[in-house]
Protein backbone atom coordinates (compact mmCIF):
# COMPACT_ATOMS: atom_id res chain seq x y z
CA UNK A 1 0.00 0.00 0.00
CA UNK A 2 1.05 3.28 -1.01
CA UNK A 3 2.64 5.23 1.75
CA UNK A 4 0.14 8.37 1.87
CA UNK A 5 -2.46 5.76 1.61
CA UNK A 6 -1.94 4.96 5.38
CA UNK A 7 -4.10 7.82 6.27
CA UNK A 8 -7.03 7.54 8.44
CA UNK A 9 -9.98 9.05 7.72
CA UNK A 10 -8.98 12.87 8.97
CA UNK A 11 -11.94 14.71 11.65
CA UNK A 12 -12.80 17.74 9.29
CA UNK A 13 -14.21 20.95 10.48
CA UNK A 14 -17.32 21.29 8.76
CA UNK A 15 -18.90 25.44 8.01
CA UNK A 16 -22.11 26.07 6.84
CA UNK A 17 -21.71 28.64 3.86
CA UNK A 18 -25.49 30.62 2.72
CA UNK A 19 -26.54 27.78 0.68
CA UNK A 20 -28.82 25.24 2.72
CA UNK A 21 -26.45 22.53 1.54
CA UNK A 22 -23.30 23.51 3.19
CA UNK A 23 -20.04 22.18 2.47
CA UNK A 24 -16.75 21.46 3.84
CA UNK A 25 -13.40 23.09 4.72
CA UNK A 26 -10.30 20.87 3.81
CA UNK A 27 -6.99 21.14 5.38
CA UNK A 28 -5.76 19.22 2.50
CA UNK A 29 -6.61 20.09 -0.46
CA UNK A 30 -5.20 17.16 -2.59
CA UNK A 31 -6.63 13.57 -2.22
CA UNK A 32 -4.89 12.18 -4.94
CA UNK A 33 -1.73 13.08 -7.39
CA UNK A 34 -4.02 13.28 -10.37
CA UNK A 35 -3.70 17.63 -10.99
CA UNK A 36 -0.29 17.97 -9.19
CA UNK A 37 2.30 17.42 -12.33
CA UNK A 38 -0.30 19.27 -14.70
CA UNK A 39 -0.39 22.55 -11.80
CA UNK A 40 3.77 22.47 -11.40
CA UNK A 41 4.09 22.68 -15.23
CA UNK A 42 1.47 25.53 -15.41
CA UNK A 43 2.89 26.95 -12.27
CA UNK A 44 -0.77 27.13 -10.62
CA UNK A 45 -0.95 26.71 -6.93
CA UNK A 46 -3.43 26.70 -4.41
CA UNK A 47 -1.76 27.59 -1.59
CA UNK A 48 -0.30 25.93 1.35
CA UNK A 49 -1.73 28.46 4.25
CA UNK A 50 -5.57 28.16 5.72
CA UNK A 51 -8.50 26.23 4.61
CA UNK A 52 -9.96 25.11 1.52
CA UNK A 53 -13.77 24.63 0.64
CA UNK A 54 -12.38 21.76 -2.23
CA UNK A 55 -10.25 19.33 -2.83
CA UNK A 56 -8.85 18.33 -6.22
CA UNK A 57 -11.78 15.67 -6.00
CA UNK A 58 -13.82 19.08 -6.57
CA UNK A 59 -11.96 20.17 -9.31
CA UNK A 60 -12.08 16.45 -11.14
CA UNK A 61 -16.30 16.70 -10.86
CA UNK A 62 -15.56 20.21 -12.33
CA UNK A 63 -13.88 19.30 -15.02
CA UNK A 64 -16.07 16.57 -15.91
CA UNK A 65 -19.39 18.54 -15.34
CA UNK A 66 -17.36 21.15 -18.20
CA UNK A 67 -16.85 18.06 -20.93
CA UNK A 68 -20.46 17.77 -20.42
CA UNK A 69 -21.21 20.63 -22.45
CA UNK A 70 -20.85 24.59 -21.77
CA UNK A 71 -21.93 25.26 -18.12
CA UNK A 72 -22.04 28.05 -15.69
CA UNK A 73 -20.60 28.85 -11.98
CA UNK A 74 -23.81 29.41 -10.30
CA UNK A 75 -25.03 25.40 -12.07
CA UNK A 76 -21.52 24.25 -11.37
CA UNK A 77 -21.84 25.17 -7.74
CA UNK A 78 -25.38 23.21 -7.42
CA UNK A 79 -24.41 20.54 -8.74
CA UNK A 80 -20.98 20.03 -6.74
CA UNK A 81 -22.38 21.54 -3.49
CA UNK A 82 -19.44 24.38 -2.48
CA UNK A 83 -20.36 27.70 -2.51
CA UNK A 84 -19.55 29.91 -5.94
CA UNK A 85 -16.23 31.33 -4.55
CA UNK A 86 -14.42 28.40 -4.43
CA UNK A 87 -16.28 27.10 -8.22
CA UNK A 88 -14.45 30.19 -8.91
CA UNK A 89 -11.16 29.07 -7.73
CA UNK A 90 -11.05 25.64 -9.09
CA UNK A 91 -11.97 27.43 -12.90
CA UNK A 92 -9.25 29.84 -12.55
CA UNK A 93 -6.61 26.80 -11.48
CA UNK A 94 -7.85 24.43 -14.52
CA UNK A 95 -7.92 27.58 -16.82
CA UNK A 96 -4.32 28.39 -15.90
CA UNK A 97 -3.81 24.49 -16.93
CA UNK A 98 -5.18 25.00 -20.25
CA UNK A 99 -8.19 22.70 -19.69
CA UNK A 100 -11.15 24.55 -19.62
CA UNK A 101 -12.24 28.06 -21.49
CA UNK A 102 -14.38 30.27 -20.32
CA UNK A 103 -16.84 32.62 -22.05
CA UNK A 104 -20.20 34.37 -21.68
CA UNK A 105 -21.94 31.39 -22.63
CA UNK A 106 -20.46 29.12 -19.86
CA UNK A 107 -17.40 27.13 -19.10
CA UNK A 108 -15.99 24.31 -21.43
CA UNK A 109 -12.60 21.73 -22.19
CA UNK A 110 -10.29 22.60 -24.19
CA UNK A 111 -8.65 20.21 -26.42
CA UNK A 112 -6.23 18.98 -23.58
CA UNK A 113 -9.53 19.03 -21.50
CA UNK A 114 -11.37 16.43 -23.39
CA UNK A 115 -7.77 14.64 -23.45
CA UNK A 116 -7.67 14.36 -19.68
CA UNK A 117 -11.03 13.63 -18.90
CA UNK A 118 -11.24 11.10 -22.15
CA UNK A 119 -8.02 9.46 -20.11
CA UNK A 120 -10.10 9.35 -16.76
CA UNK A 121 -13.04 7.04 -18.63
CA UNK A 122 -15.76 8.55 -16.01
CA UNK A 123 -19.40 8.18 -17.48
CA UNK A 124 -21.80 10.94 -16.49
CA UNK A 125 -24.00 11.34 -15.71
CA UNK A 126 -23.70 9.45 -12.56
CA UNK A 127 -26.35 7.24 -11.11
CA UNK A 128 -28.38 7.94 -7.67
CA UNK A 129 -29.18 5.14 -6.09
CA UNK A 130 -30.85 3.80 -2.69
CA UNK A 131 -29.94 1.02 0.14
CA UNK A 132 -26.40 -0.09 -1.49
CA UNK A 133 -24.35 1.35 1.92
CA UNK A 134 -24.66 4.20 4.42
CA UNK A 135 -26.18 7.46 4.12
CA UNK A 136 -29.55 8.98 2.96
CA UNK A 137 -28.57 9.37 -0.51
CA UNK A 138 -26.46 7.41 -2.37
CA UNK A 139 -24.20 7.99 -6.06
CA UNK A 140 -22.21 5.51 -8.39
CA UNK A 141 -19.99 6.62 -10.51
CA UNK A 142 -18.95 4.54 -13.59
CA UNK A 143 -15.40 4.47 -14.95
CA UNK A 144 -14.57 2.71 -18.24
CA UNK A 145 -11.77 0.13 -18.30
CA UNK A 146 -9.96 1.09 -15.20
CA UNK A 147 -10.77 -1.91 -13.50
CA UNK A 148 -7.38 -3.27 -13.56
CA UNK A 149 -6.14 -0.25 -10.85
CA UNK A 150 -8.47 -1.41 -8.57
CA UNK A 151 -7.24 -3.84 -5.72
CA UNK A 152 -8.31 -4.34 -2.38
CA UNK A 153 -7.07 -1.38 -0.67
CA UNK A 154 -8.78 0.63 1.51
CA UNK A 155 -7.40 4.06 0.58
CA UNK A 156 -9.90 4.62 -2.02
CA UNK A 157 -12.63 4.69 0.60
CA UNK A 158 -10.84 7.10 3.09
CA UNK A 159 -10.19 9.16 0.20
CA UNK A 160 -14.39 9.16 -0.47
CA UNK A 161 -14.71 9.79 3.49
CA UNK A 162 -12.68 13.31 3.60
CA UNK A 163 -14.67 14.46 0.66
CA UNK A 164 -17.98 13.95 3.12
CA UNK A 165 -18.84 10.51 2.16
CA UNK A 166 -20.67 8.15 5.33
CA UNK A 167 -19.34 5.41 3.20
CA UNK A 168 -18.04 3.81 -0.03
CA UNK A 169 -18.05 0.92 -1.77
CA UNK A 170 -15.87 0.00 -5.32
CA UNK A 171 -16.91 -2.76 -7.39
CA UNK A 172 -15.22 -3.92 -10.66
CA UNK A 173 -16.99 -6.11 -13.09
CA UNK A 174 -14.65 -9.45 -14.43
CA UNK A 175 -15.56 -11.95 -16.55
CA UNK A 176 -19.57 -10.69 -15.83
CA UNK A 177 -19.48 -10.44 -12.55
CA UNK A 178 -19.48 -7.16 -10.43
CA UNK A 179 -17.49 -7.79 -6.93
CA UNK A 180 -15.59 -5.94 -4.62
CA UNK A 181 -11.85 -6.35 -4.26
CA UNK A 182 -11.86 -5.09 -0.41
CA UNK A 183 -14.83 -7.00 0.73
CA UNK A 184 -13.66 -9.88 -0.66
CA UNK A 185 -10.41 -9.82 0.87
CA UNK A 186 -11.53 -9.05 4.65
CA UNK A 187 -14.48 -11.16 4.60
CA UNK A 188 -17.37 -8.60 4.32
CA UNK A 189 -20.68 -9.08 3.18
CA UNK A 190 -21.96 -6.86 0.38
CA UNK A 191 -25.31 -6.22 -1.57
CA UNK A 192 -25.32 -8.16 -5.42
CA UNK A 193 -25.10 -5.05 -7.53
CA UNK A 194 -25.45 -7.08 -10.77
CA UNK A 195 -29.21 -4.89 -11.43
CA UNK A 196 -26.86 -2.06 -11.00
CA UNK A 197 -24.49 -3.06 -13.44
CA UNK A 198 -27.04 -3.44 -16.00
CA UNK A 199 -28.70 0.05 -15.65
CA UNK A 200 -25.55 1.42 -15.90
CA UNK A 201 -24.58 -0.66 -18.45
CA UNK A 202 -21.56 -2.02 -16.85
CA UNK A 203 -18.61 -3.90 -19.05
CA UNK A 204 -15.99 -5.78 -18.10
CA UNK A 205 -12.89 -4.07 -17.03
CA UNK A 206 -15.55 -0.83 -16.05
CA UNK A 207 -15.11 0.06 -12.19
CA UNK A 208 -18.22 1.58 -10.25
CA UNK A 209 -17.98 3.34 -7.33
CA UNK A 210 -20.80 4.36 -4.86
CA UNK A 211 -20.88 6.25 -2.10
CA UNK A 212 -23.35 7.42 0.22
CA UNK A 213 -23.57 10.69 2.34
CA UNK A 214 -26.49 13.29 3.79
CA UNK A 215 -26.87 15.11 0.58
CA UNK A 216 -26.38 14.11 -3.56
CA UNK A 217 -23.87 16.87 -3.55
CA UNK A 218 -21.17 15.20 -1.20
CA UNK A 219 -22.09 11.67 -2.25
CA UNK A 220 -21.39 12.44 -5.78
CA UNK A 221 -18.36 14.43 -4.80
CA UNK A 222 -17.08 11.52 -2.26
CA UNK A 223 -17.18 8.91 -5.65
CA UNK A 224 -15.11 12.01 -7.39
CA UNK A 225 -12.92 11.74 -4.40
CA UNK A 226 -12.36 7.95 -4.34
CA UNK A 227 -11.91 7.99 -8.25
CA UNK A 228 -9.82 10.79 -8.09
CA UNK A 229 -7.47 8.72 -5.87
CA UNK A 230 -7.68 5.87 -7.97
CA UNK A 231 -7.05 7.01 -11.24
CA UNK A 232 -3.71 9.04 -9.32
CA UNK A 233 -1.90 5.33 -9.92
CA UNK A 234 -2.17 5.94 -13.65
CA UNK A 235 -0.09 9.25 -12.22
CA UNK A 236 2.29 7.69 -10.10
CA UNK A 237 2.97 4.55 -12.39
CA UNK A 238 5.91 6.72 -14.30
CA UNK A 239 6.91 8.68 -11.17
CA UNK A 240 10.18 7.47 -9.82
CA UNK A 241 11.83 8.22 -6.13
CA UNK A 242 15.58 7.89 -5.06
CA UNK A 243 17.04 9.16 -2.59
CA UNK A 244 21.09 10.06 -2.97
CA UNK A 245 23.17 9.28 0.32
CA UNK A 246 26.60 10.81 1.08
CA UNK A 247 28.70 8.79 -1.25
CA UNK A 248 26.47 9.73 -4.21
CA UNK A 249 24.62 6.47 -5.12
CA UNK A 250 21.38 6.46 -5.74
CA UNK A 251 18.69 3.55 -4.36
CA UNK A 252 14.89 3.68 -4.72
CA UNK A 253 12.70 3.85 -1.97
CA UNK A 254 9.09 3.25 -2.49
CA UNK A 255 6.07 4.95 -1.57
CA UNK A 256 4.75 8.41 -2.39
CA UNK A 257 6.12 10.17 0.91
CA UNK A 258 8.99 12.28 0.50
CA UNK A 259 9.62 13.75 3.88
CA UNK A 260 13.30 14.04 4.39
CA UNK A 261 14.60 12.45 1.59
CA UNK A 262 15.69 14.10 -2.18
CA UNK A 263 13.36 13.71 -4.65
CA UNK A 264 13.45 13.35 -8.26
CA UNK A 265 11.21 12.98 -11.17
CA UNK A 266 12.10 11.21 -14.73
CA UNK A 267 10.83 9.86 -17.86
CA UNK A 268 10.50 5.75 -17.68
CA UNK A 269 13.94 4.14 -18.83
CA UNK A 270 14.25 0.92 -19.84
CA UNK A 271 17.78 0.64 -18.46
CA UNK A 272 20.11 2.72 -15.77
CA UNK A 273 21.59 5.62 -16.95
CA UNK A 274 23.95 8.49 -15.96
CA UNK A 275 22.74 12.05 -15.74
CA UNK A 276 22.77 15.42 -14.40
CA UNK A 277 19.00 15.38 -13.16
CA UNK A 278 16.92 18.46 -11.03
CA UNK A 279 16.50 17.38 -7.56
CA UNK A 280 14.15 18.28 -5.22
CA UNK A 281 13.98 19.06 -1.52
CA UNK A 282 13.37 20.40 1.64
CA UNK A 283 15.31 23.07 3.68
CA UNK A 284 14.64 23.67 7.47
CA UNK A 285 11.63 25.46 7.18
CA UNK A 286 9.93 22.83 4.89
CA UNK A 287 9.83 25.23 2.31
CA UNK A 288 10.40 23.06 -1.49
CA UNK A 289 13.71 24.57 -3.38
CA UNK A 290 14.58 22.91 -6.16
CA UNK A 291 18.70 22.76 -7.13
CA UNK A 292 21.04 20.33 -9.31
CA UNK A 293 23.00 17.54 -8.22
CA UNK A 294 24.32 14.35 -10.35
CA UNK A 295 22.96 11.44 -10.43
CA UNK A 296 25.53 8.19 -10.47
CA UNK A 297 23.29 5.78 -10.86
CA UNK A 298 19.29 5.90 -11.74
CA UNK A 299 17.18 2.73 -11.13
CA UNK A 300 13.98 1.85 -12.03
CA UNK A 301 11.34 0.71 -9.35
Known sequence: MDSDTQDTPQSIPFRLSGNSVGYK???RPFVGTLFQDLMER????????????????????VLCLCGSGRISRQELAER???GE?????MLSCLRRMGLIETTRRGNVLTAEGIKLRDMTGIVLPGCEVSGIVEGECNYALLARGKGCLLDSSIAYRDAAIRV?????MLVRMDGGKVFSPYCESVQLGYPDLSDLAAEIG??????VVVCGADTLQIA?????GAMTKLLSKTVDSERYRVTVPMNGTARVITGTSVSKSLRIRIRPYT???FAACPIRTANMAGNRVNHYQHITRLALL
Do not use: I, Q
Open 164 to 168: GAKSC
Open 271 to 273: ECR
Open 42 to 61: SGTELGTRGMHRFTDAHMLY
Open 85 to 89: GAVRN
Open 80 to 82: TGV
Open 202 to 207: MRDGDV
Open 220 to 224: SSAAF
Open 25 to 27: SFA
